[in-house]
């Protein structure tokens, strides 16, 4: 038996530019807000307390430091809003993908022959809205794969099933 080895034309490979992603929760945007948040929070503080524990501290370099912690939470909280709208995710008959970025556009595909296994979690912010993160998991990597953040919890419940329908019939 001969097998056969046709070329494949790249014009004729179905464009990705095609799928048509579902856009994340707009409550998710909350959570990645509140957790920049405290994350800014935390290091002002910080910078504070290095100011008055420490008396070799200049106050131009305090003041230095709180501009620059000005402009970066600015620039990432700009970053958040920019890029939120770029965030979502698409699932086809035998693939899931991933869409993310601003400046740097991403987007991760993984076939369901290819997935090991799935997991749903939840932190304390997340919990309260309702939101979840689904992990996937592949074949030959011991980290996730693919976390597919901003969906409800019930959508994760969904997405789960069918990945493990799917991934149980191509076994």
Known sequence: MQEENNQIWIADL?????????????????????????FFALLIVLLT??????DDIDFMWFGAALIAWLLL???KFSFIQL?????????????????????THKV??????????VEIRQGFISK???????????????AHDLSLKGISLEMAEDIKQVITSKVTQDA
Do not use: C, M
């Not at 709208?85 to 400046?103: E, F, M, S, V």
């Not at 991760?108 to 296994?117: D, E, G, M, T």
């Open 49 to 54: 307390v290095a100011y008055f524990k420490f």
């Open 73 to 75: 939470s600015l620039i």
């Open 83 to 103: 890029g939120f709208p770029n965030k979502g995710y698409a699932i086809r008959q035998r693939d899931l993908h991933y869409r993310t970025g601003y400046l």
């Open 128 to 142: 309260a809205l309702n939101i979840a993160v689904l992990k996937i998991y592949t074949a030959g990597n011991s």
């Open 108 to 117: 991760i595909s993984v076939p369901f022959n290819r997935i090991q296994h």
């Open 14 to 38: 179905p464009k990705s530019e095609t799928i048509e992603f579902t856009n994340l929760l707009p409550r998710y945007k909350r959570v990645i807000n509140i957790q920049w948040a405290i």
